[in-house]
């Protein structure tokens, strides 16, 4: 993609193992280095801060500083997580006017279905069925954003394709 494109915010959402992170790495690698950050919620969150994800808490905070800070020096900003609408609906909102570009995405995904993406991936000995059963959340559309929604007839590639095509149509 284009190196000289501006700020652009995009928000990928949905429940645990639904593909995000994976759509977000190849997103990034479309572009220069140093051109597309990814802001990963779980590492902000899990790694980063080692906090619980609820109300209030400081990796919101922290997430919207660095994205800000990323849309400051004109890069196209990949947010992505769970991002529950309720603990962090404000902050996107608030991220949303800043660029002049936002585009958002959210997975809509049975919870058999993400269960299974989920058995699938490195990470699946991380946490049980019964965690991701106490973090899904269903289909939760923000109510300030036109999201596309993603659901399980979407490859990661047709993903990742749409968000490129979108940012490309988006930038001129």
């Keep these: 993609m284009d190196s000289g494109t501006s700020a652009q915010l995009v928000v990928l959402r949905g429940n645990s193992g639904s593909g995000k992170s994976t759509v977000a790495r ?54 992505e997580g769970i991002l529950d609408a309720d603990h962090y609906g404000a902050m ?20 058999e279905e993400t269960v299974r993406r989920h058995q699938m991936r490195p990470e699946a000995a991380e946490f049980t069925v019964d965690n991701m059963r106490s ?3 269903g289909w939760q559309p923000l109510p300030f954003a036109d999201e596309t929604r993603i ?22």
């Design 151 to 172: 659901d399980a007839t979407w490859s990661l590639d047709a993903a990742v394709e749409r968000i490129c095509s979108d940012l490309s149509k988006q930038a001129q």
């Design 92 to 111: 996107l909102e608030r991220l949303r006017r800043r660029p002049e570009r936002a585009l958002f995405y959210a997975w809509d995904l049975s919870f």
């Design 26 to 79: 190849q997103v990034q690698h479309r572009f220069l280095k140093g051109r597309c950050a990814v802001v990963a919620q779980d590492i902000v969150r899990r790694t980063i801060l080692r906090e619980h994800d609820e109300s209030g808490a400081f990796s919101v905070a922290l997430i919207e500083t660095i994205v800000a800070s990323c849309l400051d020096r004109g890069m196209v900003v990949v947010v």
């Design 135 to 137: 973090w899904y959340h």
